[in-house]
């Protein structure tokens, strides 16, 4: 077993460390450590990664080990990485990292909170670094419940209606998801669950339509494609400010990674026939989320209709099963998930201080807190799409790449898509003028205090990433692109 | 094969009938000196009896052919043990009280006999024995049902229990008459070797079925199983939704792989529809439960629903499949039965509206009920996520996809009546949440093991291993 597991026993660890804290200083203290460990370990493996790399290692998959776990079935603890899975647990783990500094302050049950918090990173870690059909599905249902007591005890708003559809809605996408997996193992003859030897076979083409659909469905439900994304607005308003930045930073990507990973390139004939249906819903979902963030005035809405375009933009980019769409997709799902993170950190902050996260009863912030308002205006450039912030790299490169199909349906698509940059550009300036510019709502506002070291730390590391991405793609896009070249080869 | 042999091949029940002959007398000898000694020794000696039993030992029959062994057996009848031996630590507050304080010996030695019909319906090899083995399986149980003597609820529990027992055992043997009228012989191989597909055989091979469905309460032969559950003691409740539906479910599997291998079609045309139904029905009437013993008495209808997934695949692994999901399914059903009895025999109450926050006063109580749910819904990392993988992996081998997409429907559904129980302790507010609890020593040693199976038992991959080494298919 090598250091991969690592990953995956951290948060384990954190997690009984936590039971045996006793005060509020080792909770914290636990959970400051166990993260930093965590960057430090995903940062380590990435420059492993590219070491091994440059000195001209072309496996697919590096750093792989495997286990024989249930031998009835041929299932295998098996673990391994590529680019892509690298690219994943780096955003992850800066997310875990930030998270932590965002919820310095929860109450009550705080011991409890970063629990569930532990467990949902388990199930994320583990979700990348799996190689195995039924480890990945074990580690991605791992990651669904605790989404259910993390906003049913500390969320606000409605918390219980939205805690419950969205713990509903996503457990039937994995259940769905489930009947794909044991159709893609059973009716390809294979021997074995890993993923490896999943693509050398294939499964007769009539019934990798039904299969496709079904692994598709599954993954792009947490994706939010669309008509599908209705659990995501109430449940990322709804959720605590850790909670949304992890799962709308992180877990909506399982989705877009799990839907290449998984569906397309162990069905990739059904991936292309079935292609213009889906490439149709995601679009929709792309235009339909910035349209709806128009219409919001509540910040945390704004926030999510807006993920829900980018992510349906991620599921588009991946249907175009182009090599350069393809690493715009996951530039798109590295520089979102830093985005949106950014935004619900920050919305978080705003609401603990302001108590209201309407825009009409908040304005000429700015003056009062500085350092959130300029933090907010740079993470809103980047979704815009501004260059030099990361936004626009992933944006660019997603467009380039679904354009180089030739056939009108496509073409048409990503120009429809493309509309969605000038909507985002509506909601988020007028969001900015309206509560950060503007006439003053309520002189209560005059005596709140801006950022603190906890939220400052957790805000400047989000920026920082969001500029790396923004100024030097082309590191990160060449570990990202070398890995689907040779996934794009096994599968033709 | 001199008779030693023949009586040591039945190791298992000679050891159970030795430790309820002694108990037996120990409760008409010990009289009122020895009493608070009886449940201590009763566990001893029934862990004593579980140890000895435990390897399994190579495949056998005695009795000319009417008592088979097997050592898939051995490992159906070790989780049978295991679960019994739960039960009665958690049965230990019964007799503290007042209530019932004569009743000791009655209900251990009651419980005993059960469980040793169940090890003999699950050997024999001929009707006759397996008439013998359902009978005392059933009887004595409709006693336990009906033990609470003051309790009216019991009491009716007791007379359904005991007049739909009786008419399904009378349906069974009239379908067994017809088996023997039509063969000529009542050893199970024999049968099985002349069964053809004509009207009056599977006539007898229907109304035989419906006897044992009334056990492992499929839909639609469900209608006591509510009723039961929620009038009898809570204990026995425990009992009967994991004992006596797991070795009902057992026999069954093995009933239909061995005896009725020749009628595979039919009987997986039957079970299609019966696991459709009951695994919806289960789920749909589950929803509207506020009684907690009536909840998981229709949660339990669903997951028989479920373990039939395993049987009609017909396949080795449908077996393995099933043994292990049965496995799991003992520990978290015990866990919220124990948690169930342990708040009931405090307080009194059993509705799910009554245990609105309780995290704030029980939270180690709310946390094994939490896990309960959790390994009942299927949920990850819990070992009742990997049963549920695998066994609707079995069906999907078969290729019955679509039991597998009904059964995922209805997973989605049950998940959200077991978050209801999990979101009343954690989430809703009470002003006045029941007292906090100290649950005796026993029960928590119960919910100990339950608790560490519930979160350990799935990782391990050794034991689906070890099952299917000696599962057979058809």
Known sequence: MNFLSLFVLLPLLMILALFVARNRKQILG???????????????????????????????????????????????????????????????SLIVFTGTFVSWKMVPLTKEFFL????????????????DLFTLFLFYETALIPMYLLIGVWGSGRKEYSAMKLTLMLMGSSMILLVGILGIYFRSGATSMHISELAQRTMPVEQQYFFFTLTFFGFGVLGALFPFHTWSPDGHASAPTAVSMLHAGVLMKLGGYGSFRVAISLMPEAAEKLSPIFLILTAIGVVYGAFAAIRQTDLKYINAYSSVS????????????????????????????????????????????THTRLITEMGGLMKIMPFLGVSFVIAGLSNIGVPGLSGFVAEMTIFVGAFENNDLLRRILTIATITSIVVGAVYILRTIGKFLQGPLQDPE????????????????????????????PTGVADIISDSFGSMLQVAK | MSYFDHFMTMRSEVSLLAVILFLLLFDIIAGKKGEKYFQPVAILLFVAHTLLNLVPAAAG????????????????KTMLNVATLIIFLQSKHLFDGNEMKNQRGEYYFLTLCT?????????????????????????????????????????EAGAKFILLSAFSSGILLFGISYLYGTTGSLYFAEVATKLTVNPLQIMAFIFFLSGIFFKVSFVPFHLWTADVYEGAPTNVTSYLSVVSK??????????????????????????????????????????????????????????AGYIALGIISGSA?????????????????????????????????????????????????????????????????????MSKFFIFSAAAQQGYYLLVIVAVVNTIISLYYYLRVVKAMFIDQNGQPLPALRTDIWNRASLIICTVAIIFVGLLGFILDMIEKQSFGI
């Open chain 1, 30 to 92: 636990i959970m400051v450590a166990g993260s930093t460990l965590l960057v430090i370990l995903a940062a380590f493996l990435a420059f492993h990664y590219i070491a091994a790399r440059n000195s001209g290692n072309t496996d697919p998959m590096l750093f792989t080990a495997s286990l024989s776990w249930f031998k009835p079935l041929n299932i295998q603890y098996a673990v391994g990485v590529d680019g892509v899975s690298v690219v994943m647990l780096c955003l992850s």
């Open chain 1, 116 to 131: 569930w918090y532990c467990l949902l990173s388990t199930g994320v870690f583990g979700f990348f670094i799996s190689l």
């Open chain 1, 310 to 353: 980018h992510c349906n933009l991620v599921l588009f980019a991946i249907l175009m099963l182009t090599q350069t769409a393809l690493t715009g997709a996951v530039l798109q799902m590295l520089s979102h998930g830093m985005i949106t993170a950014l935004f619900f950190a920050l919305i978080g902050m705003i609401y603990g201080r």
């Open chain 1, 445 to 472: 506002h005059l005596k709140l205090d801006d950022a603190r070291w906890h939220e400052r730390l957790a805000i400047i590391m989000l920026i920082a990433g969001i500029l790396y991405l923004g100024s030097f």
């Open chain 2, 61 to 76: 029959e005695s009795f000319g052919g009417m008592y088979q062994y097997h050592p898939v057996m051995t490992i159906i």
């Open chain 2, 115 to 155: 469980l040793l019909g169940m090890y003999l319906m699950i050997s024999s090899g001929h009707f006759l024995l397996f008439f013998i083995g359902l009978e005392t399986a059933s009887i004595p149980l409709a006693t336990l049902v009906a033990f609470s003597k003051h309790c009216k609820k019991s009491a």
């Open chain 2, 246 to 303: 797991s070795s009902a479910a057992f026999v069954l599997m093995t009933l239909l792989f061995k005896l009725f291998a020749s009628y595979l079609h039919e009987w997986q045309t039957l079970l299609f529809w019966i696991i459709i139904v009951t695994i919806t029905v289960g789920n749909l009437f589950a929803l509207r439960q506020q009684n907690t013993k009536r909840f998981l008495a229709f949660s339990s209808i669903s997951q």
């Open chain 2, 317 to 385: 692994l449908g077996m393995a499949t099933m043994i292990y999901y049965i496995f799991i399914y003992l520990f978290s059903n015990l866990a919220a039965f124990g948690v169930i009895s342990s708040i009931e025999s405090r307080t009194g109450k059993t509705d799910i509206p009554d245990y609105k926050g309780l995290y704030q006063t029980n939270p180690k109580l709310s946390f094994v009920m939490m896990l309960a749910m959790f390994s009942l819904a299927g949920i990850a990392p819990f070992a009742g996520f």
